[in-house]
């Protein structure tokens, strides 16, 4: 059997996978197990920001492996010490937890905001979190519960209680919900990235905020998918003024090996305490030694880059015919196409370029790095099939 072939044989088949199988990457190229070369726009779903295979990424994840690969959470390691350190000092807030997933980060999230309310508050009077309609905040059950769309509340339940979703930028919505819940966070992405690339209006994010404040509710914003430079940014939240109580970050941060970091701000930063919550490959060295070699270059010059690239993007396709809308921010675009979606991936696909959907759009999640030389080729497919309507 082929790859293709025993993939399907014995992966459980949660993934409508595209019909093909990669086998090397550099950049933003990777090759499949027949030589054919592709540009990728998707970048393993915003985890490889600066692109397959980077040198630098690499050669620290190789020495942690040869210096400690793993070792528990019983123990200090430096990695992980550091990676804690170099995020509170680019965010500051004051506290991180490690985790290896997005949904575990948000896992976390959610537990701090339960147990600041319970320390403050006595019992479960204030468990309620809101979160939005059609957000998406990962795959666990709770998680689940945490995402505002009703195809993910089925077959599994009974799910988390303690959820409640409001419309995105109504704030008269939010409020509503959190005077006829006992509510101790609002959980937000500042772009609703699986929800279709649907940002957050200026208005609606201040007024959470301050919502927030008025009422001591946790601030958290989901920066799994926007987070590390994606959005011109180091975290899209920083386009606002106010820094969150809480921040969630994942994929990007690895650069291609699995973490997620609850990120914890002064008002809760005390809240967890020993025993409280854990993860045995959480603050893993070789993925910390990974992260920090990732987030240490993304710096101003890498940030403009992103804002480039985007505009780049933006002016090559603008006036498409067959492009009906571009949403998003920086190198995580959505784009609203006469022609479906689906059909234009794999169109380009053919063509050798990778590109995502979510919900009916075109998504792009390009490496940060790519060049706009390859950018170029890639946009100029992408236009021609968005234009084959
Ligand atoms: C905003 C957001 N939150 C959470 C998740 C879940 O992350 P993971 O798949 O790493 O658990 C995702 C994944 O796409 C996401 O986009």
Redesign the pocket.
Known sequence: MNIIETDKAYVAGTYRRFPVALVMGSGARAWDDAGREYTDLGSG??VNIFGYGDEEWKRAVTAQLDALPHSSNLYHTEPCARLAQLLCERTGLKKVFFAN??????ECAVKVARKYAYDKYGGESHSTVITLKN?????TVT?LSATGQDHFHKYFGPFTPGFVYAEANDLADVRRLSEENGCCAVMV?MI???GGVMPLTYGFVKGIQQLCAEKDMLFIV?E???GNGRTGRLYSYMNFERTPDVV?T??GLGGGL?I?ACLIGEKAEHTLSYGDHGSTFGGNPAACAGAISILERIDDALLEGVREKSAFIINKLNGARGLKSISGMGLMLGLETERSAADIANACLSRGVLVLTAKTKIRLLPPLTITFEELDAAIDILKEEIEAV
């Open positions: 779903i915003a997933s997005g949904a575990e980060a948000n957000s998406f905040h990962g795959r998680m992405e609703q990235g699986e989901d799994v998918q926007t969630t994942a994929k699995p997620g």
